[in-house]
Each structure stands twice: as C-alpha cells, then as structure tokens.
C-alpha cells in the first residue's frame, strides 16, 4: 500500500497538470493506496481556497474517491461522518475535529457558531471554557 501527499489529490480531482494528473491515474490503477485524514484535511482546504471549487463539488469529489476501488482512507467512519456534518453547514475542519473527537463525547471551542450548529446535529456536548466536568 502507498501513501499519498496531497499533491497527489489535487492532480487528480482538479486536472490542473495533465502530465502529472496522467502519473496519478497510473499510480491509482496499479496500487491500492493509503489517505491520510490530514491528506483529505489539506485536500478541501487547497480545493475550496486556491482553487475556488464549490462545496457541492468538492463533497461529489471526495465522495468519488471514497467509492475508488483499491483506496482506504485512514479513518472511513469518521471521514463519512465529517463529510455528512460539512453538507449540513459545518466547515469540513470542524467537521473532521469533531468526528475525530466524537468518541470522547465532548468537545470544548470557544467558536461559538460552532457550538451552535453542532448542537444541531450531533450529541457530543460541545462547550465553551471553563466548562466544570
């Protein structure tokens, strides 16, 4: 299994080098492959500011990905969670922190949006500091 940087992404989902986009669909058709969180993380950050891609096409690429045969993402379960939380509204960081830290059941931030659209759909208990436990 190979792992992949998030170049690697962006040259797949955007095209933007077809010489190197050409390279990646080799390396995706003759390996099973390996995506870091953190891969996926940087992937919707780079896709939504220096390329400007919508929401809307950037949940249809990841979804496309996912559904890639010979690709494990590192945590799938929180992965599908994350990108249902980022279609309802959350920013995909957020999203991703949060179904990271769902197990835990409770989550502190002082972004008080957050916690108000969290409360909206999710049960982990989100909090502003100090929060006595």
Not at 1 to 13: E, Q
Not at 87 to 93: H, M, S
């Amino acid at each position: 299994m190979i792992g992949i940087d998030t170049n690697i992404l962006v040259r797949f989902l955007t095209n933007d080098d077809p010489e190197q986009a050409q390279k990646v669909g080799v390396l995706l058709d003759n390996n099973d492959i390996f995506v870091p969180n953190t891969v996926l993380l940087e992937t919707e950050w780079m896709l939504r500011y220096a390329y400007k891609i919508t929401k809307i096409k950037i949940l249809n690429s990841f979804n496309l990905l996912l559904g890639l045969p010979g690709l494990t993402v590192e945590d799938l379960d929180q992965v599908t969670i994350a990108l249902s939380w980022y279609e309802k509204g959350l920013d995909f960081a957020d999203a991703m922190h949060l179904a990271t830290s769902q197990k835990y059941n409770q989550f502190a931030t002082f972004d008080k949006e957050l916690r108000k659209k969290v409360s909206d759909i999710s049960s982990i208990e989100i909090f502003e500091p100090p929060h006595l436990l």
